[in-house]
């Protein structure tokens, strides 16, 4: 079946060449260029068989029931579909499996340190008290428009469900998984030591930064990136007569009681302020602004310990709710107030909410498949691009919070040195951790989940400083041929008018509007 739908994607491919560009408009035109890039990426990556990984800690079969999260259940006929969907599970199960004993015959071993973690998520499914099991939380609250005689029903068929099929297949699942796929993982964290992983490294990283840049290119970008940050941060440190070194200052942050919420209540209090200044900027700057509102929220207590710091929840055009900024208020010794108002420009305004809604709300040249997927180099690229426009808008009223706004570019910047380091340069996970520790403020909490994070997703988190380099690049030639007749409300507008956009095909845009 895999290899059938790697022949269907090169075919799809073969037909686009032979397309007639010229009968499009110009907008279709872009919109053919878009979809024939990202199906050419596609079928590059393809190759390298991916699936023969199939276990990642971040998602995968051990966290089948997480998928409920992504469905309405609004009435019973939505339940007893997930149910059905449950019977299978075993299937689902077995076919993991399968990939599995494929992937390691032919040399496709999984980092360790990553699968410790995927074995104590199969733990969880295998418990055999059906009540305490994931799967069931979902028929715990059902809808108050479901019968009382209905949701007995659908509670004592899930729970068989759960103990006929879902506990033993998992029970299968995590044998299999401790006495042969575990001892088998690998002490290496790198993509490298995978059969042509130096390859697929490259690839995914010509696919997330949308261009043709080398790890070897990105890594060295970093370092310079890095280099340029840190003589800002000394010179802000030097400003604050601060008596001690830069590792000194940095564990002043991490430690200084003043520097951190003692509620969750007062996080968030100050994440809405600094979001309503932010709003009260934007027509300064920007042309469109989208007519979906935003609030700010915390990240739900089942998922903020593992939680990023921060994250935008969009809603649809059509829907009768706000989009989402939510600030994650778990362990506020983690979440620092000094790097509140650079988290809250790229997770709401003028980042990623004014970015999403217009996409969703402008163009009406913007195809549906265009309006519901996501280039990580340009929404991400736009985002880091927002924390620094913030810069210019007097967002950031203290120098700690500057600093806090370098730390963030830090962090990202560091990105490109350490997930290059990672899979194309050999490092250890130890290396990595240290270099992040060295070069930012974050959290050690934060720095362990971010490192491993690129190591189960390779090259993704090259996409954000890649892409805010090239808008700032991009502003920068801008600036510098139109001169006096430089608007930054044009600008802004070109960016965003015409949606998601690979970098090479913004760049065109900013040519044409120069």
Avoid at 185 to 208: C, H, I, M, Q
Avoid at 348 to 377: C, D, T, W
Avoid at 428 to 447: C, G
Avoid at 471 to 489: G, T, W, Y
Wanted: with cysteine; net charge positive.
């Amino acid at each position: 079946a895999i290899e059938a739908r790697k022949s269907h994607n090169k075919d799809t491919i073969e037909a686009l060449k032979g397309f007639e560009k010229e009968n499009l408009s110009k907008a279709n035109q872009l919109n053919l260029r878009l979809f024939t890039d990202l199906a050419y990426k596609k079928v590059e990556i393809a190759q390298f068989n991916r699936h023969l990984l199939p276990f990642n800690h971040r998602g995968g079969i051990q966290l089948a029931h997480e998928d409920a999260e992504n469905l309405p259940f609004k009435n019973s006929q939505d339940y007893r579909f997930w149910i059905e969907r449950l019977k299978n599970l075993d299937k689902r199960i077995n076919q993991t499996i399968l990939l599995a004993k494929l992937g390691i015959k032919k040399g496709y071993k999984a980092p360790k340190v990553l699968m410790n973690r995927v074995d104590r998520q199969i733990d969880l499914q295998s418990q055999e008290n059906v009540n305490e099991n994931p799967f069931f939380k979902i028929f715990t609250n059902l809808p108050e428009s479901i019968s009382v005689e209905e949701k007995t029903a659908i509670r004592t068929e899930a729970k068989e469900v759960i103990k006929e099929v879902v506990i033993p297949s998992y029970q299968l699942l995590g044998k299999y998984f401790k006495d042969e796929y575990l001892p088998q993982s690998r002490n290496t964290v790198g993509l490298y030591d995978t059969p042509e992983g130096r390859k697929l490294y490259e690839a995914l990283a010509r696919s997330f930064t949308t261009t043709n840049l080398s790890p070897k290119e990105i890594h060295q970008i970093g370092l310079d990136e890095v280099k340029k940050i840190r003589n800002e941060m000394k010179q802000i440190i030097k400003s604050l007569n601060f008596e001690g070194d830069f590792e000194g200052f940095i564990n002043y942050l991490r430690t200084d009681e003043k520097f951190y919420a003692k509620t969750p209540r007062e996080l968030l209090m100050i994440a809405r302020d600094i979001s309503k200044r932010l709003d009260e900027k934007l027509p300064e700057y920007f042309k469109t602004l989208p007519r979906k509102p935003y609030g700010v929220a915390p990240v739900p207590d089942a998922i903020a310990p593992k939680y990023t710091g921060g994250r935008y929840i969009p809603a649809s055009e059509k829907s009768r709710t706000s989009a989402y900024y939510w600030v994650n208020t778990y362990d506020l010794k983690s979440r620092p107030l000094y790097t509140l108002p650079a988290l809250s420009a790229h997770e709401a305004v003028p980042g990623h909410h004014l970015q999403i809604a217009l996409n969703e709300e402008g163009n009406k040249n913007i195809p549906k498949f265009r309006k519901n997927f996501y280039l990580s180099a340009y929404g991400e690229g736009w985002g880091l691009y927002a924390e620094s426009l913030a810069d210019e808008m007097g967002i950031y009223t203290t120098p700690y919070e500057k600093f806090g706004q370098l730390t963030y570019s830090m962090w990202r910047a560091c990105r490109l040195v350490v997930d290059t380091g990672i899979h194309s340069f050999n490092w250890s996970r130890e290396k990595a951790v240290n270099y992040m520790s060295e070069n930012t403020a974050l959290s050690f909490h934060e720095i362990n989940t971010e490192i491993d994070r690129y190591i189960s997703w390779p090259g993704q988190a090259l996409s954000y400083k890649i892409g805010e380099l090239k808008i700032k690049e991009l502003r920068s030639k801008s600036e510098k041929l139109l001169a006096d007749k430089f608007d930054i409300h044009d600008f802004h507008e070109v960016i965003l008018k015409n949606g998601t956009l690979t970098l090479p095909m913004l760049e065109n845009q900013i040519n044409k509007y120069c």
